[in-house]
């Protein structure tokens, strides 16, 4: 049996490029009822997109984009 992957610990593997474009499905740390969480998980999606990725989550039609925080 293999552990689900968190959205907060989620890091690019070695050699991964940063991706352009996140869809997060079902990430129940970026629906804004565990913001402190939230924060962390959008962290580490900064730390592995590119400057200019985008960010949707599911939560309506059509997706809602969400922005990544940029330091």
Do not use: C, N
Request: aromatic residues 6%; hydrophobic residues 45%.
């Amino acid at each position: 049996m293999s552990a689900a992957l968190l959205a907060e610990d989620f890091v690019l593997q070695t050699q991964e490029e940063p991706y352009e474009i996140v869809f997060a499905v079902r990430v129940g740390a970026l629906d804004g009822r565990h913001p402190e969480i939230g924060q962390r998980v959008l962290q580490h999606i900064a730390g592995a997109t590119k400057a200019d990725a985008r960010l949707f989550i599911d939560g309506g039609d059509p997706l809602r984009e969400l922005p990544i925080p940029r330091p």
